[in-house]
């Protein structure tokens, strides 16, 4: 059984900088995809970051590349998202996903595990 739980949410002037991590319990982790998603209200869950396995791959989506950043740290079972030049557009409950297989995906369905979310919120 996994468990993930996300940290480091919070509320953020507009330009300003969070970081989320996400810890991760359970053998799976250190062969397993990780990604972060977000969910504004009524709005679908979309796919912000993704870093494969080992962490030699990264993928982002098109609204936060080059603002944000995704690693993760296998010997601390951790992964992190660290957001730069917050828009308000980035408010959002933002929710770390885990994928049984090496690569990422950009699609919710692949993803077996999810944490309970972390609320950001940006003020203009």
């Known amino acids: 059984q996994v468990q993930l739980v996300e940290s480091g949410g919070g509320l953020v002037r507009t330009g300003g900088s969070l970081r989320l991590s996400c810890a991760a319990s359970g053998r799976t982790f250190s062969n397993s995809a990780m990604a972060w998603f977000r969910q504004a209200p009524g709005m679908e869950r979309d796919f912000v970051a993704g870093v494969s396995w080992n962490g030699n791959a990264t993928f982002y989506g098109d609204s936060v590349k080059g603002r944000f950043t995704i690693s993760r740290d296998n010997a601390k079972n951790a992964v992190y998202l660290h957001m730069s030049s917050l828009r308000p557009e980035d408010t959002a409950v933002y929710y770390c996903?885990?994928?049984?297989?090496?690569?990422?995906?950009?699609?919710?369905?692949?993803?077996?595990?999810w944490g309970q979310g972390t609320q950001v919120t940006v003020s203009p």
């Open positions: 996903a885990l994928r049984l297989g090496r690569g990422v995906a950009i699609t919710t369905s692949p993803y077996s595990y």
